[in-house]
């Protein structure tokens, strides 16, 4: 089966598949088919043998191709699949961050001493396909260490190498490389520390406590005094280690004083002493070895440094290094006459300082209670304190939160839509965190009539009462312009309506379909060119090819695929959101494809409660007796008839948006007149069932357009219908 091929990563001109073979079977293979879409048609297909991987290269930046994979045994297709489309990644862009890195199983050289991890991470947003990781622990002699990792075979690798109890570096950068170029991202660094010898032990059982090396000496001290000779010292060096019983004592020490050096046995010149850091109660850490070595004239430079190193067969600890001056009595004795001469203006230095801080911290302080003071009386919610008919016509508002700040909503000049009495325009809101977001503004025009502005307040309302949700456009809130008039903010879908987008969706065929049966070589289907195509092959008897099986959409504008998925999710998201409407006993009365807007990520929204069913093309309404335009073409038989309208209403007018979905927006009963929908309908006629529709999706479609309202289905009932139609990949 071939149900467990997925998209695995991709670069500038490669798409990478894999896939999980369960079982060898001789005679068996796997063609993939790719196709793209720019300027022209691209086809291509190759052959795969016993692999579970294919990297497609050569392809062109930027592209989004659609692949189909087919498992033929003995030359007859056995099992048919098609992939999420895959796109690959634009030059013009820097290639994406990893993310979540970590390490884990840290285990042990027992030759060398020198520990293991493993390095995982959360690939790019990207899905690059190749990582590159420099890893060091600081030391300025250490050398960088780099490694490149695939994703085909792990998003994770091994550091070797590692030192016990020192810190380190990893980088982790996406990374392409091709014969000429070399493209990376920016470094993600992640610092960790190896465990210690003991906190080793503790992980790993069975661990010998003689791979550990010593702990590093402290608290080291000297103490000089003049030689025998001129201008030489002689030189003492103490320093301390813990009086430990794990087996990690030294065997001896490296001691250097200047250019001087001499090992020091770990047995020797040793008295143990009480630690003064010791916790009481830890009778194993209240006492340390305090050693010394002894140097004698010596030549000391102006500045001179000492260091102490713990060795033992496991190896050296880190040497403790201390610099200072050499020093005499004579020089000790001037420095503390200088130090008690400069304390007493030292202090009196600071106690001008600190008065001079708390000054200044009170004079600002006062400041600020005066400005307090100043603007106490003040009301900086415009909103709140407006005139004329503003806050009047809102006063059905109770809920705070949904009243902007003038100052944060901007209007700009591009219309989204508008209609007689009513515009929408794209407009920008900043948040109360400084984030500016895209927003929709909807506002009366000049001189609005007293209905007019009826409609605007119950819409306002309206939508105050729906509510948030996913699938509906949401009220944001609402504010004044800048001639103190009502405008209603909304969430703004930049991908604009629903009608529009799939209009502008082309459908073009695979060139090899279905039904590749009763061929034994495949030999033909292999290695096309981009000006060759594939011969079609003929079908063979049984139920016709369902189209959306031997086809692909492709959005001009977005340069991108969609499946017939991709139009059954559309459907479900409409029906998710008209649940909610209808749990809200909201009678929406204008359903239609024209009515539903695109959000980002193609996330459906549905829209006008109000006023902006006033903002579309007239031309698909006619007027009632009110006035108002009416969408003959969408409405029930019953509202037709009677101006009645109900949620089973709102049910027919979904049946319509379903076949117009699957009609790629095209437009309702193109060759009846509006002024004869009604006739045509009584006497039965319903549309033909849309070539990309299945006949499952068919069937609810035309129960949403059953003549008496309480035989057709509920929102809910269609939504799990359409979801078990996507599952069943429609049959």
Same mark, same amino acid.
């Not at 005094?225 to 301390?240: F, I, M, N, S, T």
């Not at 713990?310 to 130090?339: F, I, L, Y």
């Not at 503003?390 to 508008?418: E, I, N, P, Q, R």
């Not at 949620?647 to 060759?671: A, C, H, K, N, R």
């Given at each position: 089966?071939?149900?467990? *091929?997925?998209?695995?990563?991709?670069?500038?001109?490669?798409?990478?598949?894999?896939?999980?073979?369960?079982?060898?079977?001789?005679?068996?293979?796997?063609?993939?088919?790719?196709?793209?879409?720019? #300027?022209?048609?691209?086809?291509?297909?190759?052959?795969?043998?016993?692999?579970?991987?294919?990297?497609?290269?050569?392809?062109?930046?930027?592209?989004?191709?659609?692949?189909?994979?087919?498992?033929?045994?003995?030359?007859?297709?056995?099992?048919?699949?098609?992939?999420?489309?895959?796109?690959?990644?634009?030059?013009?862009?820097?290639?994406?961050?990893?993310?979540?890195?970590?390490?884990?199983?840290?285990?042990?050289?027992?030759?060398?001493?020198? =520990?293991?991890?493993?390095?995982?991470?959360?690939?790019?947003?990207?899905?690059?396909?190749?990582?590159?990781?420099?890893?060091?622990?600081?030391?300025?002699?250490?050398?960088?260490?780099?490694?490149?990792?695939?994703?085909?075979?792990?998003?994770?690798?091994?550091?070797?190498?590692?030192?016990?109890?020192?810190?380190?570096?990893?980088?982790?950068?996406?990374?392409?490389?091709?014969?000429?170029?070399?493209?990376?991202?920016?470094?993600?660094?992640?610092?960790?520390?190896?465990?210690?010898? =003991?906190?080793?032990?503790?992980?790993?059982?069975?661990?010998?406590?003689?791979?550990?090396?010593?702990?590093?000496?402290?608290?080291?001290?000297?103490?000089?005094?003049?030689?025998?000779?001129?201008?030489?010292?002689?030189?003492?060096?103490?320093?301390?280690?813990?009086?430990?019983?794990?087996?990690?004592?030294?065997?001896?020490?490296?001691?250097?004083?200047?250019?001087?050096?001499?090992?020091?046995?770990?047995?020797?010149?040793?008295?143990?002493?009480?630690?003064?850091?010791?916790?009481?109660?830890?009778?194993?850490?209240?006492?340390?070895?305090?050693?010394?070595?002894?140097?004698?004239?010596?030549?000391?430079?102006?500045?001179?440094?000492?260091?102490?190193?713990?060795?033992?067969?496991?190896?050296?600890?880190?040497?403790?290094?201390?610099?200072?001056?050499?020093?005499?009595?004579?020089?000790?004795?001037?420095?503390?006459?200088?130090?008690?001469?400069?304390?007493?203006?030292?202090?009196?230095?600071?106690?001008?300082?600190?008065?001079?801080?708390?000054?200044?911290? *009170?004079?600002?302080?006062?400041?600020?209670?005066?400005?307090?003071?100043?603007?106490?009386?003040?009301? #900086?919610?415009?909103?709140?304190?407006?005139?004329?008919?503003?806050?009047?016509?809102?006063?059905?508002?109770?809920?705070?939160?949904?009243?902007?700040?003038?100052?944060?909503?901007?209007?700009?000049?591009?219309?989204?839509?508008?209609?007689?009495?009513?515009?929408?325009?794209?407009?920008?809101?900043?948040?109360?965190?400084?984030?500016?977001?895209? *927003?929709?503004?909807?506002?009366?025009?000049?001189?609005?009539?007293?209905?007019?502005?009826?409609?605007?307040?119950?819409?306002?309302?309206?939508?105050?009462?729906?509510?948030?949700?996913?699938?509906?456009?949401?009220?944001?809130?609402?504010?004044?312009?800048?001639?103190?008039?009502?405008?209603?903010?909304?969430?703004?879908?930049?991908?604009?309506?629903?009608?529009?987008?799939?209009?502008?969706?082309?459908?073009?065929?695979?060139?090899?379909?279905?039904?590749?049966?009763?061929?034994?070589?495949?030999?033909?289907?292999?290695?096309?060119?981009?000006?060759?195509?594939?011969?079609?092959?003929?079908?063979?008897?049984?139920?016709?090819?369902?189209?959306?099986?031997?086809?692909?959409?492709?959005?001009?504008?977005?340069?991108?695929?969609?499946?017939?998925?991709?139009?059954?999710?559309?459907?479900?998201?409409?029906?998710?959101?008209?649940?909610?409407?209808?749990?809200?006993?909201?009678?929406?009365?204008?359903?239609?494809?024209?009515?539903?807007?695109?959000?980002?990520?193609?996330?459906?929204?549905?829209?006008?409660?109000?006023?902006?069913?006033?903002?579309?093309?007239?031309?698909?309404?006619? #007027?009632?007796?009110?006035?108002?335009?009416?969408?003959?073409?969408?409405?029930?038989?019953?509202?037709?008839?009677?101006? =009645?309208?109900?949620?089973?209403?709102?049910?027919?007018?979904?049946?319509?948006?379903?076949?117009?979905?699957?009609?790629?927006?095209?437009?309702?009963?193109?060759?009846?007149?509006?002024?004869?929908?009604?006739?045509?309908?009584?006497?039965?006629?319903?549309?033909?069932?849309?070539?990309?529709?299945?006949?499952?999706?068919?069937?609810?479609?035309?129960?949403?357009?059953?003549?008496?309202?309480?035989?057709?289905?509920?929102?809910?009932?269609?939504?799990?219908?359409?979801?078990?139609?996507?599952?069943?990949?429609?049959?």
């Amino acid at each position: 089966m071939l149900d467990n *091929v997925r998209f695995l990563c991709r670069e500038f001109d490669s798409l990478n598949y894999i896939w999980i073979s369960k079982n060898k079977v001789d005679n068996v293979k796997i063609l993939v088919e790719l196709i793209s879409y720019d #300027k022209m048609d691209m086809h291509l297909i190759l052959e795969v043998n016993n692999s579970s991987h294919i990297r497609l290269n050569n392809l062109k930046p930027n592209t989004a191709y659609a692949a189909r994979f087919r498992k033929l045994v003995n030359g007859t297709t056995y099992h048919i699949m098609d992939t999420p489309i895959g796109k690959t990644l634009d030059k013009g862009q820097m290639l994406g961050l990893v993310h979540s890195i970590k390490i884990s199983n840290f285990s042990i050289e027992t030759n060398n001493s020198t =520990l293991n991890t493993s390095l995982a991470w959360t690939p790019s947003d990207d899905m690059n396909c190749r990582y590159k990781i420099v890893y060091h622990g600081g030391r300025a002699n250490e050398r960088l260490k780099t490694q490149y990792v695939d994703v085909r075979e792990s998003n994770s690798v091994k550091l070797n190498g590692l030192i016990l109890e020192r810190d380190y570096t990893v980088a982790i950068q996406s990374y392409y490389r091709n014969k000429s170029l070399i493209i990376t991202s920016e470094p993600v660094e992640f610092k960790f520390t190896t465990p210690s010898c =003991l906190e080793i032990n503790q992980i790993i059982e069975d661990l010998v406590l003689d791979l550990c090396p010593p702990e590093t000496p402290y608290d080291i001290k000297l103490s000089e005094a003049l030689g025998v000779y001129e201008g030489k010292y002689d030189v003492q060096v103490h320093w301390k280690m813990p009086n430990t019983t794990d087996g990690r004592k030294a065997d001896y020490f490296e001691v250097k004083l200047g250019d001087e050096a001499k090992n020091v046995s770990g047995k020797e010149y040793a008295t143990t002493v009480l630690r003064e850091d010791a916790a009481e109660g830890n009778a194993s850490a209240a006492s340390a070895v305090a050693y010394v070595a002894s140097f004698e004239n010596v030549s000391l430079s102006e500045r001179y440094y000492a260091s102490v190193q713990a060795c033992s067969p496991a190896g050296c600890s880190d040497a403790t290094v201390v610099e200072r001056p050499p020093s005499t009595d004579e020089d000790a004795t001037a420095a503390d006459q200088r130090r008690s001469h400069y304390l007493p203006w030292t202090a009196a230095a600071l106690l001008v300082l600190l008065a001079l801080c708390a000054a200044v911290a *009170v004079g600002q302080l006062l400041q600020r209670r005066a400005a307090v003071g100043s603007d106490g009386g003040s009301n #900086k919610g415009g909103v709140a304190s407006a005139e004329g008919y503003d806050m009047t016509m809102l006063k059905g508002l109770d809920d705070v939160d949904v009243l902007l700040d003038d100052d944060a909503v901007t209007v700009s000049d591009v219309f989204l839509g508008h209609g007689h009495f009513g515009v929408v325009r794209k407009g920008a809101l900043k948040t109360a965190d400084g984030r500016v977001c895209s *927003v929709a503004v909807k506002s009366l025009r000049d001189r609005p009539s007293g209905r007019d502005l009826d409609e605007f307040l119950r819409e306002i309302l309206l939508m105050q009462k729906v509510g948030k949700h996913p699938n509906i456009v949401s009220m944001i809130g609402c504010c004044l312009d800048a001639n103190r008039r009502c405008m209603l903010v909304v969430e703004y879908c930049q991908l604009g309506d629903l009608q529009t987008y799939l209009r502008k969706v082309s459908i073009k065929s695979w060139y090899a379909n279905d039904f590749y049966v009763g061929r034994t070589d495949p030999s033909e289907l292999t290695a096309v060119s981009d000006s060759k195509r594939v011969e079609l092959l003929q079908d063979v008897s049984g139920p016709p090819p369902m189209v959306f099986n031997n086809c692909y959409l492709y959005h001009g504008d977005e340069n991108v695929f969609l499946t017939v998925d991709d139009l059954l999710r559309f459907a479900s998201q409409a029906a998710n959101g008209m649940m909610f409407l209808e749990s809200n006993r909201v009678v929406h009365r204008d359903l239609a494809a024209r009515n539903v807007l695109l959000s980002d990520h193609r996330t459906i929204k549905i829209c006008d409660f109000g006023l902006s069913r006033d903002v579309y093309e007239q031309n698909l309404y006619q #007027k009632s007796n009110r006035g108002d335009p009416l969408p003959v073409k969408w409405m029930a038989l019953e509202s037709l008839k009677y101006q =009645l309208y109900t949620t089973q209403s709102d049910v027919w007018s979904f049946g319509v948006l379903l076949w117009e979905i699957m009609m790629l927006g095209g437009s309702p009963y193109p060759t009846i007149s509006s002024s004869r929908i009604y006739e045509v309908l009584c006497s039965g006629y319903r549309m033909p069932r849309p070539t990309l529709c299945c006949y499952s999706l068919y069937e609810v479609i035309l129960a949403c357009w059953h003549s008496n309202p309480a035989n057709r289905p509920k929102f809910g009932a269609i939504k799990d219908a359409i979801d078990s139609i996507r599952e069943n990949q429609c049959s």
